[in-house]
């Protein structure tokens, strides 16, 4: 069993930024690819970001790319994702998921934890 645990989620004005983390506990957190998604009022779920068990590989969505920095620190059981150049087109409830079938995906389904979610407000 994993539990994951987002936090740093906000308001924030465009142009602005946020950190968002998300801690893990249970499992080998150096054993599973992680996964970022979020989810805007009546739309449906999307991917935005994942990295690789050792940090080494990221992938972005690419309504993200060049302005959303995901990272992990094993030691801590913590992914990051850094959000920089923030549009109110990302405000959306963001989170985190654990995949342990190797590789990366931006597909919900193959993941097998998820958090809570954390709100995110981005005010033009």
């Known amino acids: 069993q994993v539990q994951l645990v987002e936090s740093g989620g906000g308001l924030v004005q465009a142009g602005g930024s946020l950190r968002l983390s998300c801690a893990a506990s249970?499992?080998?957190?150096?054993?599973?690819?992680m996964g970022w998604f979020r989810q805007a009022p009546g739309k449906e779920r999307e991917f935005v970001a994942a990295?690789?068990?050792?940090?080494?590989?990221?992938y972005y969505a690419d309504s993200v790319k060049g302005r959303f920095t995901s990272s992990r620190d094993n030691a801590k059981n913590t992914v990051y994702l850094q959000m920089n150049s923030l549009k109110p087109e990302d405000t959306a409830v963001y989170y985190c998921?654990?995949?342990?079938?190797?590789?990366?995906?931006?597909?919900?389904?193959?993941?097998?934890?998820w958090g809570q979610g954390t709100q995110v407000t981005v005010s033009s």
């Open positions: 998921a654990a995949d342990f079938k190797g590789g990366i995906t931006t597909t919900p389904r193959r993941y097998d934890y």
């Open positions: 249970g499992r080998t957190f150096s054993s599973y690819t």
């Open positions: 990295i690789s068990w050792s940090g080494d590989r990221t």
